[in-house]
């Protein structure tokens, strides 16, 4: 494949009044509505197979479920529990090209780890046990190798409490210890998914609604300045996930609300691997302690009904917090007390109604893409670890029944910007974390005073970051950066001590980008 790449900066707050003027001009190929994981991918993928592609946003990248998830780049197991085997390859073969091709950067591999303490009972071993060996038969056949993701196996009790110290060791008699993909944060695959969009020619504009979608365009409205303005288009993507079915009411969309904590790493005495404990009575169904960026740990996750009108920012429920607290609790030697949930998020999982009764975490986490009876592709539900694979759906859609001349998708092979290449070994290992290769890039486009040093102390964000979310990201406000650039905004302590100095910065960025 050819790289023809420019550059990957999203329109900034001095350029965005130009792209949204040239939104308005001519016919483009595609037109998405939706910055979530799955937007962004189908304008990646349409704009990487030549296509002339503008999406819009009505508030910020990852504003919804994108930045709501688990941070997992899952392989299936569960899947394969409820017996929906053609979702588990379909997870285990994009888990594969996330880790070895599209974004490794991004990726780790995480050791999940079940311990077989008084909190897994014997038919919960045997279920967790056979579930691991048979993800690793996905892990096979999609052709990611050992060195990857490690295959499961039986451990001492020993090496489980070395991997978790804060495991109760009575009654502990070893576990058995598997592998998935993790993200270093879900907002940040968006964002990089974005800005490769970007580089392959794709314009991207938040802050711009989609007030009435049809078989040529849209009607949007800039919620900056309150202008409508008509974008045409050959093609249009409705990508909205749960506010799909505002927009299309021949769709039905049933959210399942997901809830996770946020405790302190010190709180569980830094873990190295993630715990997995069942919920109880429960074969298929677990609670997770994750270890994650910034000395974090997240506890998830729910999945409860959430009917109703469809809340911009989530609330997790106190039940759902004390539900979370007391199936992971018999695991430890020192249960959490609920003072030690420093941060809670919840989102809403954009599933398909189909009219069958029954609780949320029973319904298919299958995809849908299908052609609007108004002209345009509807492309919803799925998973993230999915989203490639269900935008080259949408995008084939789209190709055939209007007929645009272009060839498959070619984003199984495309690596996301950052993914190749090395950063030089002086480069801040948090910023190679975050960015990859790109890590020195975010450094040389600083252009205030000491790029290098944290934004307060405590917070392991640079100053270099901030700068770089308003130059190359698309963010416009602090929020921007506090809550899906940097993810600070998941501890509110944290996102209190840091807002003032992200305030200062950020404005100081936008006063230098404005004509």
């Known amino acids: 494949m050819t790289d023809r790449r420019g550059s990957s900066a999203l329109p900034h707050a001095g350029s965005r009044r130009r ?51 688990s941070k997992l780049v899952h392989g299936g197991l569960r899947y394969l529990a409820t017996g929906d085997f053609a979702t588990a390859v379909e997870s285990a073969q994009e888990r594969h090209l996330l880790m070895t091709r599209i974004a490794p950067h991004l990726i780790r591999s995480l050791p999940q780890l079940i311990p077989f303490g008084a909190a897994v009972d014997w038919r919960q071993r045997l279920g967790g046990t056979a579930g691991m060996a048979m993800g690793d038969l996905l892990r096979m056949r999609a052709g990611t190798p050992r060195s990857v993701l490690a295959r499961p196996r039986m451990v001492r009790a020993t090496t489980a409490r070395r991997l978790v110290p804060a495991l109760d060791e009575r009654h502990l008699r070893g576990g058995v210890l598997g592998a998935d993909g993790q993200l270093v944060d879900d907002a940040r695959l968006v964002v990089t998914a974005a800005r490769t969009a970007t580089a392959y020619g794709a314009t991207i504009i938040t802050r711009t609604r989609a007030e009435h979608l049809h078989r040529d365009g849209a009607v949007a409205i800039d919620q900056l300045s309150g202008e409508r303005l008509e974008i045409r288009a050959r093609a249009v993507i409705n990508a909205t996930g749960v506010w799909a079915g505002a927009i299309d009411d021949s769709i039905r969309v049933r959210p399942s609300r997901g809830t996770h904590l946020v405790v302190s790493a010190a709180s569980l005495e830094h873990p190295r691997a993630a715990v997995m404990v069942p919920h109880p009575g429960s074969l298929s169904r677990f609670v997770f302690a994750l270890p994650s960026q910034l000395g974090r740990v997240i506890i998830g996750l729910t999945d409860e009904d959430a009917p109703g009108p469809v809340a911009a920012t989530p609330t997790p429920t106190e039940q759902e917090i004390d539900f979370l607290l007391a199936t992971i ?33 029973d319904i298919s986490r299958r995809h849908m893409v299908t052609l609007s009876p108004a002209g345009f592709v509807n492309v919803l539900g799925g998973k993230l ?18 007929g645009l001349a272009v060839g498959p998708s070619v984003t199984a092979a495309l690596p996301l910007v950052g993914a190749t290449g090395a950063a030089p070994g002086d480069t801040p290992p948090q910023l190679r974390q975050r960015f990859g290769a790109d890590a020195a890039t975010v450094l040389a486009m600083a252009q205030l005073g000491n790029p290098s040093s944290m934004i307060v102390p405590g917070v392991d964000v640079l100053r270099a970051e901030v700068e770089f979310a308003v130059r190359a990201e698309g963010a416009l406000t602090a929020d921007d950066v506090l809550d899906r650039r940097t993810r600070i905004g998941l501890v509110p302590a944290d996102r209190d001590a840091a807002a003032p100095a992200v305030v200062e910065l950020v404005a100081e960025t936008l006063a230098s980008l404005t004509p």
């Not at 695991?331 to 009764?357: H, Q, Y």
């Open 19 to 69: 792209a949204l003027q040239h939104a308005a001009d001519g016919i483009w190929d595609v037109l998405v509505v939706g910055g979530g994981i799955t937007g962004v991918g189908v304008a990646l993928d349409a704009a990487a197979r030549g296509l002339r592609v503008v999406l819009i946003e009505a508030e910020d990248l990852a504003f919804g479920t994108s930045r709501w998830s």
């Open 329 to 361: 609790n018999p695991a430890l030697r020192s249960p959490l007390p609920r003072e030690a949930v420093i941060g809670a998020f919840a989102g809403l999982r954009p599933l398909i109604d189909s009219g069958a009764r029954g609780a949320s975490a």
């Open 385 to 402: 670890t999915t989203y490639r694979r269900m935008a080259e759906e949408a995008v084939d859609l789209a190709r055939d029944t209007f």
